[in-house]
């Protein structure tokens, strides 16, 4: 039961590299969700997409890019790392159907560091 | 605006007594759900208890219950028999319907220690 698998799990980063966290889910979830929790706080969501091929930006998209080719896959790309992207950033998936139950299933998370 | 507000950032509770955390939300919509979740300093997500906006009855799972009070728009999760292990963040969440479909919207947490 793999559910949604994160890699990689610990990474740093110099200023201005530039990284994909992947992200992968075998629960076949047509809703896939990417968030990053800075230290002390909630979560705040990047992107999401609905399903393969529509991707939508969230509330703090600035600095990623995201693309879904397959209902698997939903890797976050890092263009020009910051100091201020610092965080650790979350995968999630959701079944949106009939019943509106379902909550977001989470991956274990990716520690990143900017330095 | 905040959609999600969970007013207490942290919370302290003898073992084995019950606790209240808060959430109110705002929503314009007529069908929502409301999630909690916990996070242990391990850093997972570890989804608790659902409420959906048309459930009568307040939702249960084992030591977990949810005080749903619509007209208050408001939330708040029940532990009984507090466990040291319960300590950790909780997480109150909101799914709504946009355009594009739905999206989840988190509140800032509530860090819960339980002593024993």
């Known amino acids: 039961n793999a559910g949604v698998t994160q890699t990689p799990k610990f990474r740093i980063l110099k200023i201005g590299q530039s990284m994909t966290l992947q992200c992968t889910q075998d629960?076949?979830?047509?809703?896939m969700y990417w968030y990053r929790q800075d230290p002390g706080m909630g979560l705040k969501l990047i992107y999401y997409?609905?399903?393969?091929?529509?991707?939508d930006k969230g509330e703090v998209p600035n600095g990623y890019n995201v693309s879904r080719s397959t209902t698997e896959d939903f890797p976050l790309r890092l263009e020009l790392a910051a100091p201020s992207q610092t965080s650790v950033y979350f995968c999630?998936?959701?079944?949106?159907?009939?019943?509106?139950?379902?909550?977001?299933?989470f991956g274990d998370g990716t520690r990143l560091s900017i330095l | 605006a905040q959609k999600i507000t969970q007013t207490q950032p942290g919370m302290f509770v003898q073992e084995k007594e019950a606790v209240t955390l808060d959430c109110t939300y705002d929503t314009s919509d007529q069908s929502y759900g409301l999630f909690w979740y916990k996070q242990p300093s391990s850093g997972e997500m570890i989804f608790l208890i659902y409420q959906g906006s048309y459930d009568e009855q307040n939702a249960t799972e084992g030591r977990y219950s949810l005080n749903f009070q619509k007209a208050r728009k408001s939330a708040n999760l029940v532990i009984s028999a507090s466990q040291l292990g319960d300590s950790a963040m909780y997480f109150c969440a909101m799914r709504e319907v946009n355009n594009y479909g739905q999206n989840f919207v988190f509140g800032p947490g509530t860090r819960l220690s339980v002593l024993p």
């Open positions: 997409s609905v399903g393969a091929g529509i991707t």
């Open positions: 629960m076949n979830h047509n809703y």
């Open positions: 999630a998936s959701s079944y949106s159907g009939a019943e509106d139950n379902q909550p977001q299933h």
